[in-house]
């Protein structure tokens, strides 16, 4: 792909926001992602952190590059549960998604920026994530978490990467999850091993360490995400995650 401007470029240096397979640019705020999905039946966590198309549908995202009998899990957050939609255009009707049964037809999920999904591939995909970042050069974006002990599948919308609590001081500017009530959890997920890993933020203790394992009582470190990574927040009390774009 020719190179062009990049956005950001300084903010980018000074905090590592847009990996090596991440790139977004000026003039139109475009940009895209490579995320490669490379084991065939495993479960990834992944966010799409750009508006594509008209809806953000997994069909406007994935267009057909998904193999058949694919799953996309997305979460629904009242309900603490998942909304499974399964992908398969070989029974040649050109109808390509399923509700979890997989043989009634549904509308094809759709994947606002922001907001995390699992995806079960059937084969080896490398998808591009490609559109406009959701948040404007200069504009601030606040997504809040209202109901304290609930499960938020959530993910960077500004295609920022490095650890949860990545900010320039004096800004919003970076993933930036800082804040968190005492006691909350994040959980990203580990691919090989197919399970989450938690770690536990707390500052009561007042010793300067604010992660900690799942267990709540070993240090460990603050949690990492990339370009287009999903990971769950479970927070301990209300809370406000703001994020800026310079």
Same mark, same amino acid.
């Given at each position: 792909?020719?190179?062009?401007?990049?956005?950001?470029?300084?903010?980018?240096?000074?905090?590592?926001?847009?990996?090596?397979?991440?790139?977004?640019?000026?003039?139109?705020?475009?940009?895209?992602?490579?995320?490669p999905?490379?084991?065939?039946?495993?479960?990834?966590?992944?966010?799409?952190?750009?508006?594509?198309?008209?809806?953000?549908?997994?069909?406007?995202i994935?267009?057909?590059?998904?193999?058949?009998?694919?799953l996309?899990?997305?979460?629904?957050?009242?309900?603490?549960?998942?909304?499974?939609?399964?992908?398969?255009?070989?029974?040649?009707?050109?109808?390509?998604?399923?509700?979890?049964?997989?043989?009634?037809?549904?509308?094809?999920?759709?994947?606002?920026? !922001? +907001? *995390?999904? @699992?995806? $079960?591939?059937?084969?080896?995909? /490398?998808?591009?994530f490609?559109?406009? =970042?959701? %948040?404007?050069?200069?504009?601030?974006?606040?997504?809040?978490?209202?109901?304290?002990?609930?499960?938020?599948?959530?993910?960077?919308?500004?295609?920022?990467?490095?650890?949860?609590?990545?900010?320039?001081?004096?800004?919003?500017?970076?993933?930036?999850?800082?804040?968190?009530?005492?006691?909350?959890?994040v959980?990203?997920?580990?691919?090989?091993?197919?399970?989450?890993?938690?770690?536990?933020?707390d500052?009561?203790? !007042? +010793? *300067?360490? @604010?992660? $900690?394992?799942?267990?709540?009582? /070993?240090?460990?470190?603050?949690?990492? =995400?990339? %370009?287009?990574?999903?990971?769950?927040?479970?927070?301990?009390?209300?809370?406000?995650?703001t994020?800026?774009?310079?």
């Amino acid at each position: 792909m020719r190179i062009k401007t990049l956005l950001i470029a300084a903010a980018a240096l000074a905090v590592g926001i847009i990996s090596s397979e991440a790139q977004v640019y000026s003039q139109n705020i475009v940009g895209y992602a490579n995320v490669p999905c490379n084991t065939s039946y495993d479960f990834y966590m992944l966010e799409c952190p750009f508006n594509v198309g008209v809806s953000n549908g997994a069909n406007e995202i994935f267009g057909t590059n998904l193999p058949d009998t694919s799953l996309i899990q997305t979460w629904d957050t009242v309900n603490q549960t998942y909304i499974t939609a399964v992908y398969d255009g070989s029974q040649g009707n050109g109808i390509y998604w399923y509700l979890s049964d997989g043989g009634t037809p549904g509308p094809a999920p759709i994947l606002l920026p !922001g +907001n *995390g999904f @699992f995806l $079960y591939a059937a084969g080896t995909v /490398t998808n591009t994530f490609a559109g406009a =970042v959701a %948040v404007s050069s200069g504009g601030t974006n606040v997504a809040s978490m209202n109901t304290a002990y609930q499960f938020y599948l959530v993910g960077s919308i500004i295609p920022y990467s490095g650890t949860v609590s990545n900010v320039v001081t004096g800004t919003s500017q970076g993933i930036n999850l800082n804040g968190l009530p005492d006691t909350s959890l994040v959980q990203t997920w580990d691919v090989p091993s197919q399970s989450y890993v938690t770690a536990v933020y707390d500052t009561s203790q !007042g +010793n *300067g360490i @604010f992660w $900690y394992q799942s267990d709540g009582g /070993t240090p460990g470190p603050c949690p990492s =995400v990339t %370009v287009g990574q999903g990971f769950f927040v479970y927070p301990a009390g209300t809370f406000t995650w703001t994020q800026s774009l310079p």
